[in-house]
Structures are given as structure tokens and as C-alpha cells.
């Protein structure tokens, strides 16, 4: 089975024992229904709440090598956007198979659930949950129609920082039909300054909610140019839900199709909106 | 004196320019017309209900300014400090005020609540004061301060507080690392005019108490003992000039985060411009290092495709080159 490093992981035997070095990846074994097998996890490994009482072999970009090797699992799930490279190597060499998948997409998604049923002995369960989770994507992004809303999709309120192009959070504004106002920006995350609200002039705003973020600054609503601001269009989402390429980004983008919708019929037939905060 | 007017006159006009240029450079287009007719309409009071206009007065120009009190704060103070350790390496972070600033603002941004920001300045400001006055009454002894006792205090002190601020990082909620990261780079966004007017009077003490110590500053350049032959009150001038740039550099820093290079580059800069008396040199390195932090803001903000970069990271990127070519050009020396 070839992983997303290009690396074809072959297993002697059907693995028994298994370390998760994120949480995406330990949802997804829970959705396989595999978590018996689990005998590590990260500490940030929080969902289903039963994964939090797992053992904890260190954080995603701090695992803990000699943790994972006591705990003798005989397959680790990686992922090439979190996991050190020299973290995996050392538990490779260690004589321990390591699988990584990481999906940049929601089809990658898919994928990566199917090749890790298929390693865990599940390809047929794998395939149906995979099934049912492109379902209810595709019923989520209905066809485009009516108003396209120009969305922000904010990781970090102070400063400011936006889903930009290339990312899950991209994907998941454009399958709604809306557009993602930080297209425009190089970057995948780039940060935008008040006057670069002013400019974009969004009209909703997502919001990741993480441990510990801050709502906007009232130095930046107070700009009711910006018309997600002046019509309170911000809308908070787990962030948990939004920053993990697993299972549950496709209830993500079920609340991001909702709120764009809800958007839509406030906002209907009143097409000719001015944009507010241009200058001249 | 004659000399260097016309270089003074320079050095004011480029920092009007800065301001200038900064006020008008931003991702929205606004005319001068604009702006004018905006406060105009209100009969000058208020803030005026035109959005470009309100961008310049409420975005761009608190920007402008807090990078000319910024910039200029702390290339005055590395000034006397570079004076005071006689180490043309010192700058206003060298002994402490740095870390304890962090500390502060970590504590205040991870510690309290949410919304509230306006606390963080204050802590800010009150861990430098204290890091500042810790390091100078451990590197006291009975006859006074020695300029070795305070780096090696100063290092030691800002080692312990490094440790401590990667530890907040480390334990802080993933939403709150952003802010953390962008503080301890250093920030123009932050400003805000009533932001610029708390820190104005406290600049305009540090760096008008930092010109009288003008001649003070002279005399600590040939020794303590040349100094204190000329009938210098040396430990007393030590003492002053300490705390003046310290608390200088603590408040500026406490607003606008840390803000790295300006401090150690400006001095030398101003140096080959206008000499090594601090009459001139200070006024210079104000000067220089207002428009210096301006324009590096203004380059942080429009250079990349991909939104504002870190204001601390352009003055090293843009900075160092500078340096470089100032010391080969100099043999060395500046």
C-alpha cells in the first residue's frame, strides 16, 4: 500500500496494535470502528471524547519515540503536515511500519480512509463510510444558485489571519457556492490588516474557533463598511471541525452549506449591494 | 554645529517624508481631497464619517506615528546605551528590558481573559521596569556599577526570561499562539491614536532626558576615570542614563512588541552621519531611526502578495545589508 510520502508500507500481518500520531487520523480509526486496536494517541487527540482516555505518547509535532515503542505497536499512522520527517524516520528505524496520510482535499479524505481500512483488514467498511461521507458532501454543496457571498474564513482573530487559496477551508467555501474573499492573497494563510478587511469587504465571516482565540477586536467590527460586520454575519465553528483533514470536515462544510444558505435568504433579491469600505 | 545643521534639516525632512509616505500608501485608494474634506466637514472635530478618510486617520496615521516614536525611542536609547557599556554592540535589549517585556505581555495574553487587551501594554511596560531595575541592583556593589557586572547580569537575566517565554509559548491554547508569535516580532498594527497619545509624553521625557544627559554621555565614552577627572558625577550620570533608556525602551516596546535591529543599527548609522557628541547624535538617531521603522513598516505592509509580513523581520532583512556595508565601508569602524 503506498502512503502520501510515496512510500509503499508493507505489513507482515494484519496490524493488531496501532499508534495515531494525529487526531484526524485517530477519527478516523474510530470511524472504522478499529479503536480497539489503539494503543497510543496524541494529546490533542480529543474526538470521540473516548479517544482522550487513550494512552498519550506526546503531542503531533512531539511525539514521544520512546513512549511509541513501548507502547509495541506493530503499524504507526503519520501524516506528512504535522509529524516531523526525522520523528518518523527514528520510529522506522526502530523496525515499526509507519503509514502517512495526508489529505489536502476533501476527496484525499476519502482516500485516506479507504487505504487505512484496507491496512486495518475493514476495505469493505471503509468503502461504505467513505461512500456515505461523499453523500452527504455532495448534498452539502448543492448546485450554485442565487447570490455568491464573499466569505472569509478566519484561523486567528489578533491578527488576523485567512483560509487562503489551496486550502481544505478554500475548498469547503467554494463547494457552497461562495467565494473565498482571501483568494486574491498569495499564500495559503495570509494575514490581512484592518484596511485589507476594508478592501476584501467580506460578507460573512467564519470564524475557527480554537482554544483560546479571541473574538475580534471592537478596534476592527467597529468598521461598519466591512458589511459582514455591519449586518453581524460572523459565524463561529469548532475549530477542531475545521483545522482536522478528517472525517468530520464534511460536518464542517454541512454548517459552513447552512450558514451560506441563511445568508442567502437574508440577503436575497437584494442583488445590487453597495460594497462598503472602497475608498474614492 | 554648522556643520551638521544641514544634516539635521535632511534627516527632518526624510522623517516628514516617511510620515508622508506611510499615511498614503495602503491597499485602498484615498485622495488627499478625501481626507480634507472629511475633517473639514465636521468643522475639524470628530472623527469624520468618509471611510478613506477615517482609514488615514484612524489606520494609517496612529501607524505613521507609533513607527516614528518606536523607531526613534529605541535608536535613542540604543544610543546611550552603546555609550554607557561603551560596546558598540549594546542596544536597548541587551540587558533584560526585552524579556521582561515578553514576560509581561505573554502573561497578560495568555493569563487574562479574553477581550482584554489594554492590560498587556501595562504589563508589558511593568516587566521591562522590573527586569530593567533587577539587573541594575544585582550588578551594583558598593562603589558603584560596572559596565561588566551589568552585560553579564543583563545576559544572564535575559537568558532565564527567554526560557520563561518559550514556556508561555509552549503552553499556550493553539488559538493564542498567533498573537503571541506576532507580539514578540514586533507589531505596528497596533497602534491606535489614544494609544500614541499615552506613549507620546513618556517618549518625549526618555529622549529630552537622554539630551540633557548629552555631555554626560560624552564623558562615559573615555572611561569612567577620564569622566570622572572632568567633574562628571559618574555613578549619578550612570544611574540616570540606565534608567532613562530603559524605561524608554520599555514603553515603546510595551506597545508596539518587539522590534528588533533599529536599536542597534540606527546609532551607528547616525554615528557616520553626524559624529559620536550626543548633542547631535541623539537628535540624528531619533530622526533616523523614526524614518527608518516607517519605512520598513510601509514595506512590511505592501511588499508581499500574501498580506503583511512581521515589521521586526523587514527591519533585520533590510537592515543587516545596511550594517554591513556601513562597517566594510568604514574599515570596520562606525
Known amino acids: ?280 | 554645529m554648522r556643520r551638521t545643521s544641514p544634516i539635521l534639516a535632511v534627516l527632518l525632512g526624510a522623517f516628514l517624508g516617511a510620515i508622508a509616505l506611510s499615511v498614503s500608501t495602503g491597499p485602498t485608494a484615498v485622495s488627499l481631497r478625501q481626507v480634507v474634506d472629511g475633517l473639514t466637514a465636521n468643522g475639524w472635530r470628530g472623527i469624520p464619517s468618509d471611510t478613506g478618510a477615517r482609514v488615514v486617520l484612524t489606520l494609517r496615521l496612529p501607524r505613521a506615528l507609533l513607527g516614528a516614536l518606536v523607531g526613534g525611542a529605541l535608536s535613542s536609547s540604543g544610543v546611550a546605551f552603546q555609550a554607557l557599556l561603551r560596546n558598540p554592540l549594546a542596544d536597548p535589549y541587551i540587558l533584560g528590558v526585552s524579556g521582561g517585556a515578553a514576560v509581561g505581555a505573554l502573561a497578560a495574553l495568555l493569563l487574562l481573559p479574553g477581550d482584554s487587551f489594554l492590560p498587556l501594554p501595562l504589563c508589558a511596560f511593568l516587566g521591562a521596569a522590573l527586569a530593567a531595575s533587577g539587573v541594575f541592583l544585582m550588578a551594583r556593589h558598593r562603589r558603584g556599577v560596572s559596565r561588566e557586572r551589568l552585560i553579564l547580569m543583563g545576559v544572564v537575566v535575559g537568558a532565564f526570561l527567554n526560557a520563561l517565554i518559550m514556556l508561555m509559548v509552549a503552553f499556550s491554547p493553539p488559538g493564542k499562539i498567533p498573537g503571541a508569535l506576532y507580539w514578540l516580532m514586533g507589531d505596528l498594527g497596533l497602534g491606535t491614536l489614544p494609544r500614541v497619545g499615552v506613549l507620546l509624553p513618556y517618549v518625549a521625557a526618555g529622549a529630552g532626558t537622554l539630551f540633557l544627559l548629552s555631555r554626560g554621555l560624552d564623558l562615559l565614552l573615555l572611561g569612567d576615570e577620564p569622566a570622572f577627572t572632568s567633574g562628571l558625577p559618574v555613578e549619578k550620570v550612570k544611574t540616570a542614563v540606565y534608567l532613562t533608556a530603559s524605561l524608554l525602551a520599555g514603553s515603546v516596546v510595551a506597545v508596539s512588541g518587539l522590534i528588533g535591529f533599529v536599536g542597534l543599527i540606527v546609532p551607528h548609522g547616525a554615528r557616520v552621519l553626524v559624529g559620536s557628541g550626543h548633542r547631535r547624535l541623539l537628535p540624528a538617531a531619533f530622526l533616523l531611526g523614526g524614518t527608518f521603522l516607517i519605512l520598513a513598516d510601509v514595506l512590511s505592509r505592501t511588499a508581499s502578495p500574501s498580506g503583511e509580513l512581521p515589521v521586526g523581520a523587514v527591519t533585520a532583512l533590510s537592515g543587516a545589508p545596511f550594517f554591513l556595508y556601513l562597517l566594510r565601508r568604514n574599515g570596520g569602524k562606525t
Open chain 1, 1 to 280: 500500500m503506498k502512503d502520501d510520502r510515496g512510500v509503499v508500507v508493507r505489513l507482515p500481518s494484519e496490524p493488531r496494535r496501532l499508534v495515531s500520531l494525529a487526531p484526524s487520523l485517530t477519527e478516523i480509526v474510530f470511524l472504522l470502528g478499529q479503536e480497539g486496536k489503539l494503543v497510543g494517541v496524541t494529546r490533542y487527540c480529543n474526538y470521540p471524547p473516548q479517544a482522550g482516555a487513550l494512552p498519550r505518547i506526546g503531542g503531533i509535532a512531539d511525539p514521544d519515540i520512546e513512549r511509541i515503542v513501548a507502547a509495541a505497536p506493530d503499524l504507526v499512522l503519520c501524516t506528512t503536515d504535522g509529524n516531523p520527517k526525522e520523528k518518523v524516520r527514528a520510529i522506522e528505524e526502530m523496525g515499526i511500519p509507519c503509514f502517512a496520510a495526508s489529505p489536502q482535499d476533501l476527496s484525499g479524505i476519502y482516500s485516506a480512509i479507504e487505504r487505512i481500512g484496507a491496512l486495518l483488514g475493514v476495505p469493505d467498511q471503509a468503502r461504505s463510510e467513505a461512500g456515505a461521507l461523499r453523500a452527504r458532501a455532495s448534498r452539502a454543496s448543492r448546485a450554485v444558485e442565487g447570490q455568491r457571498p464573499k466569505v472569509l474564513f478566519v484561523l486567528s482573530t489578533s491578527p488576523v489571519i485567512v483560509a487562503g487559496k489551496g486550502t481544505f477551508l478554500d475548498e469547503l467555501i467554494r463547494r457552497t457556492g461562495a467565494v473565498n474573499d482571501a483568494a486574491a492573497y498569495a499564500g495559503r494563510y495570509p494575514r490581512l490588516s484592518t484596511e485589507d478587511l476594508l478592501k476584501t469587504a467580506p460578507d460573512l465571516i467564519f470564524v475557527a474557533a480554537m482554544a483560546g482565540v479571541e473574538k475580534f477586536s471592537p478596534e476592527v467590527t467597529r468598521w461598519k463598511e466591512i458589511p459582514a460586520f455591519r449586518d453581524g454575519e460572523v459565524v463561529t465553528l469548532d475549530g477542531d471541525l475545521v483545522t482536522r483533514p478528517g472525517p468530520r470536515v464534511v460536518a464542517a462544510l454541512e454548517e459552513v452549506s447552512r450558514a451560506v444558505s441563511a445568508w442567502r435568504e437574508r440577503h436575497g433579491g437584494d442583488s445590487g449591494r453597495k460594497k462598503g469600505g472602497r475608498g474614492r
